[in-house]
């Protein structure tokens, strides 16, 4: 079935540094991928998306790339902050009708202040 | 603000007892979802719904099954709750169509002793 994979598990920067998040997907049926964001304690939400007909996404200081051939995709962090630590989530949705969104493992950001 | 709620935060049960947990939404969607997260795993999608009286599994449908008798109300129940389901639960809701954003509920960490 529909597996992702996401690496890596953890990840420590300096404030202001940029983080990367890589994914992979196993379906070349998906068609949309979101990237979550879960706070300690709290629900995950969406903080981009990108959709298979678009090779890059840019909003504000977050930003995904998606490269169907690899089915890779990544989300970029620059000039982070410490409001930015977190565990990320990425996904890949499939559409069968009703749509079936499968998710990464996550990564646990740490941004030191 | 899309909103939904899962009815128990915490929960404590038994092995051998049979649980429900309630999940509602308020923005008519069509699709929704129970995952479970545990560390290390990330999210992993037990059920999901699509229509009233509809349901798919997911990947890791064994041990539960699921009630989805009205629209905006999407139930999962554990038959006979065993000490491996111990598990934080997120219910989530989404549109049909183009936008697949997903709107998670608060979570229900639930404990069987």
């Known amino acids: 079935g529909e597996n992702v994979e996401q690496h890596p598990s953890t990840l420590s920067v300096q404030e202001g540094d940029s983080a990367v998040i890589k994914c992979t997907y196993s379906?070349?049926?998906?068609?949309?991928f979101p990237w979550y964001k879960q706070e300690l304690g709290k629900r995950p939400q969406l903080i981009i998306d990108?959709?298979?007909?678009?090779g890059e996404k840019k909003d504000q200081r977050i930003a995904v790339t998606l490269n169907k051939t690899a089915k890779h995709f990544s989300l970029h962090i620059t000039e982070t902050q410490p409001e930015d630590s977190a565990v990320y989530f990425c996904?890949?949705?499939?559409?069968?009708?009703?749509?079936?969104?499968?998710f990464g493992a996550g990564t646990r950001l740490f941004v030191k202040a | 603000d899309v909103k939904v709620t899962q009815s128990s935060r915490y929960l404590v049960k038994r092995t051998g007892e049979k649980v429900f947990l309630e999940c509602v939404q308020d923005m008519d969607h069509e699709n929704m979802f129970w995952y479970r997260q545990d560390p290390g795993l990330g999210l992993r999608l037990i059920y999901f719904?699509?229509?009233?009286?509809?349901?798919e599994k997911g990947d890791i449908p064994e041990g539960y099954s699921v009630s989805r008798e009205k629209k905006e109300r999407f139930s999962l129940i554990l038959e006979s709750a065993s000490t491996n389901q111990t598990s934080m639960y997120l219910c989530?809701?989404?549109?049909?169509?183009?936008?697949?954003?997903?709107?998670f509920g608060s979570g229900t960490q639930l404990s069987v002793l």
């Open positions: 989530a809701s989404g549109e049909r169509g183009r936008n697949e954003k997903l709107f």
């Open positions: 990108i959709r298979s007909n678009v």
């Open positions: 996904a890949a949705s499939l559409n069968t009708g009703g749509f079936k969104t499968i």
């Open positions: 719904s699509y229509d009233v009286k509809m349901k």
């Open positions: 379906d070349s049926a998906s068609n949309y």
